[in-house]
Every structure is written in structure tokens, then in C-alpha cells.
């Protein structure tokens, strides 16, 4: 449920997806510069394969000319509402924190642009029962904090505890342990149980980890990636401002964190390298600057001026850079797939199949991303419910109702309507009134809905109240409600059918043209039981199922996972899993 902040949007989503504002995998990446549009396609079209590796070793390989020293910038246009391990669920915290402060259970390795669970601070990557009701994870010993203290056993049962304070530190954290763990569904955390007893993690001996489940999961070595799962003393718990200096495994610690502003990392000398099968520690400091404006910032790095040139900008390229930086500068770009996708929501509850196809075919794709500005290097027209670079992705020829690209096809729609006595059937929406570029979008959709024969009654909103809006799953509109964009928690269908589609996100906002089909329920159930190599082709043969014979919602695009850096800034990997560089990889000049 890694659903990305509203400032995180880019800007083709942001153009496609009008009524939506908000907003991990592996297709080849580009390495270090160059791209476009058509290389970005071509990388979008081909599927990560299934893969473990549970017999990686550290160290992580040096890589080829990489020196130590220096301060990285890292430029982000978002705000992570916390950095604490217990509560980090989005796409950019999940990255900083997975890939330089906690280690976690497992990991992934990308190679060859594709995603390989590994271990990290377990020996291997977790053995499930017979009846996948239980799963085990034998820890590796030698294991110190960022203040030389040693991790224990008991360090790990208390940070998956305190993930289930959902009042507190771990209010913006995932919920799968609730589903998934014994006792989760009743359990509030050790704040406000201090002497309950939690069944759903035990200890073995003075070395392994059992997770104790209420239902299979064939994909929880994939969850246990997740900082939740990184281990945390009681001792020095200080609830709240944990984030500010938190103790870390990985390669670097928290010297100083504003909130809003930045964080300054520095290295961990206690980081077990040796250990540690993937990452890196090249810079001596790291510096994240957030809620960045991303035009100065990219402006500056491509000017290569002062700061500038130590930085890398993790946002999609504004517009009026696209030249620069597919011409001259071309190898200060880096272009390659990632997690998410974006959707144009209908309401299934609402609005009758065969109209819904109607509307698929009036939707005016190119003239809403021209009216916004969109930039081709943001994004790659989507024809699937799921990302390009999820396990098992199959393309399948486009739809005639979702080509995600394209003026629409007013004529066939008026036919539609025509033929089903629904002339000038209402389509409702809001839509964010305060920026240009929304207003533009939606002028662009308005008039192509109009010319097809539907009757439009767009409704204005503020973007402080749009998000709200679009929550709430009984508004008196039938069109874009529910969540305009996911990206996925782990590279298997389990983390995107089942959440989008089952239903269960209605009432919250997180599902995808509120539909629920028991039928559907049954068949996701089933695969969901399934190993992750045998469910993949299944949940792909799901996702053309859901197109042809439900079509709840319209695919929009494919994010694109974009980064523009300084001369000083080098290995430049793209990472669809974490959907952007390939952060321990980075070294300074």
C-alpha cells in the first residue's frame, strides 16, 4: 500500500490523472545517463522474473573505480510524514531507510535490472512450514547498533510489536502484520498493552525468529524487507523523537534530522559490512534536502554551479529541461521504469459496465498531457493494472477502450451511449481549481466527454481539500473516487490485486473504481495461496480479466523513475523497486 504523497505526483500523472493528484520490481534500467521516451519504453515492456537468492554473501562486491569521501545531495521534492522505522510506508522514507540506515530481514539485489530477494540480517531469506502457517528466519551473529551496542533477539519481537502502535510512532505504517500475524487483529502495540502477551513472533534459542501466522502467505520473506522488521531495543526506545537519532544497522546513522527540511547522514563504523551482500558506504556525509522546488534544483545541478554539482535531483524532469537533458547533457539524465502507475477512477458501483467503455473511448489522453505540459521522460501510457516491472507482468495487446494514449474516439462512444438510451448520462468529478495546470487538464477532459455525448458536472476544490475529497466513498460523484496511483509493496501480485481490487479499500479510499465482485474475491484468494513463481502468470491473466470483463477504472501511465545529477555524482542505477537511484551505489568525485 505504498501509496506516494501528493507532491510526489509527477508531472505526467499529474497532467493525465486530472481528477487525481497523489500519488518496488525491476525493468533493465538506464545506467547512468541518456535515455528517452523510447528507451524508457522499451525497458517498460519487459517483466522482472521471480528470483531468491537465499545463498548471498557479504561483502557487496567494490565497485569499479568508486572512491570514499565527499558529501552527497540527494534533492527531493517530497515530505515523508516520518522517518521512524515503525511508520514508514512511502516510496522515498522506505528508500533512505532500507537502503542507508536499517537493515532489515531480507532485501533485495538488483541485477541486470532485475529484482533478487536476498538476506540481509537474516542467513537467509525465511523457511515456511509445511502449511505456511509459520516462517522462521535464523539471525546472523556479529550484528551492532550505530553506538557499538549488539543487536538481539529480542530487539526484533519488540520492533514488530511496536509496528502495531498505530496511534503513535507507527500511525502512517503498513497494516499487513494486523492481517497476517497471530493476535494481530486485536493487538495495539506495547504503548498501550505493555503486558500483553502478542503470539504472532516468538522467539527460538538465542538466534531465530518465528513468525507465527493466521493465514498463508506465501510472500512474506518479501514483506519482512520492510523497516518494520528492522530490530529496535526497548531500552532506547524514545517513542516519538526516535526518528531524530534513531540506532541503525545499516551504513550510516542520523547526525541531525529536521523535519520537513533535511536529514544529514553520516557513516555507521559499526556497519558489518562484511555482512551485508548489497550496499555500499562511498560518500562521508549524505545530506537529503526535502520539499525541494525541482525546477531551481535541476536547473543549478545542470548548470553544474557550487552545490550543484554533488547533487542528485530524484524527481521527474521538469518540461522545460526535457531538451537539455536528451541533447547535450544527456549524460547527466537517467531514465529507467518503476513501481507505480496512475488511474483515471470510474465508479463500477455508479456507472454500468458498457458506459464505462464508452467513457474509456471518449478519454482525450494527449490533449489533457499537452494541456498540462506533461513530459514524455515522466511517463509511458499504461494498458495494465499493474506496472510493467511486477514478477509475472504479460503485456497484452491494448484494448480498444484503454489505449492510455491518444484524442479519444468521441464517434464510437456516442454510438455507445446511443444504443444503450443513455445520451448526455452524467459524469461527476471533482477537480483541483487552484493551479493552472489542473484547470488546463480539465478544461481538455471536459470538452472531449462533452463532444461524446456525456453531460459533465466537473466540481471545483482546493488542493488542501482534494485529497479528502476523493476519499470519501460516498461523495455525490461518480467519477474519481478512490486511489488515483500505487505503487507496489514487493514485486509479486499479492501486493496489488488483492488491495486495489477485494473491495476492502472502499470505505478508505484505497481501492480502484470501488468495485468488489465476490467471484473476483474467490479467484484472488486462490492465487494469493499460491507460491509467488506459480501465482505470477495467474495474477496476469487476472489483470486482463479485470480489463476485459469489469473495466472499473482507466489505466492512465506508468511512472517513470527519472534522476538529473551533477558531474561529481557517478554509477547512476536505476532501481524500480525503491523507484530511483540505486542509493548505496552512489559515490562523489
Not at 514487493?490 to 488491495?499: A, I
Request: aromatic share 10%.
Amino acid at each position: 500500500m505504498r501509496w506516494t504523497q501528493l507532491v510526489a505526483l509527477t508531472a505526467a500523472g499529474a497532467a493525465a490523472v486530472s481528477l487525481a493528484a497523489c500519488g518496488s520490481g525491476g525493468s533493465p534500467s538506464k545506467s547512468s545517463g541518456g535515455g528517452g521516451a523510447n528507451t524508457a519504453a522499451a525497458a517498460q515492456t519487459k517483466a522482472a522474473v521471480a528470483a531468491t537468492n537465499p545463498n548471498l554473501k557479504g561483502p557487496a562486491p567494490a565497485i569499479s573505480g568508486a572512491k570514499k569521501g565527499g558529501t552527497l545531495n540527494i534533492d527531493d521534492g517530497s515530505n515523508p510524514p516520518t522517518m521512524d522505522p515503525s511508520g514508514i510506508y512511502y516510496i522515498d522514507s522506505n528508500a533512505y531507510a532500507t537502503q542507508y540506515l536499517f537493515r532489515t530481514l531480507t532485501q533485495y539485489k538488483i541485477v541486470k535490472g532485475k529484482p533478487v530477494l536476498v538476506p540481509d540480517l537474516a542467513e537467509g531469506v525465511g523457511k515456511p512450514s509445511a502449511d505456511g502457517l509459520t516462517w522462521t528466519f535464523k539471525i546472523k551473529s556479529g550484528l551492532k547498533y550505530s553506538d557499538g551496542k549488539p543487536v538481539k533477539l529480542a530487539d526484533f519481537v519488540y520492533a514488530i510489536k511496536r509496528s502495531f502502535a498505530t496511534e503513535s510512532v507507527a500511525a502512517n505504517g503498513t497494516n499487513y502484520q494486523m492481517e497476517f500475524l497471530k493476535g494481530g487483529s486485536t493487538y495495539k502495540g506495547p504503548f498501550r498493552q505493555p503486558n500483553a502477551k502478542f503470539p504472532g513472533v516468538t522467539t527460538q534459542g538465542s538466534d531465530t525468529l518465528v513468525f507465527h501466522l493466521t493465514k498463508k502467505m506465501p510472500s512474506f520473506n518479501y514483506f519482512a524487507s520492510f523497516p518494520e522488521f528492522s530490530p529496535i531495543p526497548q531500552s532506547a526506545d524514545t517513542k516519538g523523537k526516535y526518528q531524530m537519532h534513531p540506532l541503525t544497522t545499516g551504513p550510516y546513522q542520523v547526525q541531525t534530522y529536521t523535519k520537513g527540511q533535511k536529514m544529514v547522514l553520516t557513516r555507521n563504523k559499526y556497519w558489518n559490512a562484511t555482512s551485508d551482500p548489497v550496499r555500499h558506504a562511498y560518500p562521508s556525509k549524505i545530506q537529503i534536502n526535502f520539499s525541494v522546488q525541482d525546477l531551481p534544483s535541476q536547473q543549478r545541478i545542470l548548470a553544474n554551479s557550487g552545490v550543484g554539482t554533488n547533487t542528485i535531483n530524484i524527481d521527474a524532469i521538469d518540461a522545460s529541461l526535457v531538451s537539455k537533458v536528451t541533447g547535450a547533457q544527456k549524460d547527466q539524465f537517467a531514465l529507467g521504469s518503476s513501481s507505480c502507475e496512475y488511474f483515471d477512477e470510474l465508479d463500477s458501483r455508479k456507472i454500468p459496465l458498457n458506459i464505462r467503455k464508452a467513457i474509456g473511448y471518449a478519454w482525450p489522453f494527449n490533449e489533457m498531457r499537452k494541456a498540462a505540459g506533461a513530459s514524455s521522460l515522466s511517463y509511458q501510457p499504461a494498458t495494465t493494472y499493474a506496472a510493467p516491472s511486477l514478477q509475472g507482468f504479460k503485456k497484452y495487446p491494448a484494448l480498444p477502450y484503454a489505449t492510455g494514449q491518444g484524442n479519444g474516439d468521441p464517434a464510437k462512444a456516442k454510438a455507445i451511449l446511443k444504443k444503450a438510451g443513455k445520451t448526455g448520462f452524467q459524469l461527476s468529478y471533482y477537480y483541483i481549481s487552484d493551479k493552472p495546470t489542473k484547470v488546463s487538464a480539465n478544461n481538455a477532459l471536459k470538452a472531449g466527454l462533452t463532444a461524446a455525448g456525456f453531460k459533465v458536472k466537473d466540481i471545483p476544490v482546493s488542493t488542501a481539500e482534494y485529497e479528502k475529497k476523493i476519499s470519501d466513498p460516498s461523495a455525490p460523484v461518480n467519477m474519481g473516487q478512490g486511489t488515483p496511483g500505487w505503487c507496489y509493496d514487493w514485486p509479486t501480485g499479492d501486493s496489488v490485486y488483492p488491495v486495489l481490487f477485494n473491495g476492502a479499500g472502499i470505505s478508505n479510499g484505497l481501492s480502484v473504481g470501488q468495485f468488489k465482485n465476490a467471484a473476483v474475491n474467490k479467484e484472488m484468494d486462490a492465487i494469493g495461496q499460491l507460491p509467488p513463481e506459480k501465482a505470477a502468470p495467474k495474477w496476469a491473466a487476472l489483470d486482463k480479466e479485470l480489463m476485459t470483463k469489469y473495466f472499473p477504472s482507466i489505466p492512465d501511465d506508468y511512472s517513470m523513475n527519472s534522476a538529473t545529477y551533477g558531474k561529481n555524482v557517478q554509477n547512476v542505477e536505476m532501481n524500480p523497486l525503491i523507484s530511483m537511484p540505486s542509493l548505496t551505489a552512489l559515490w562523489v568525485k
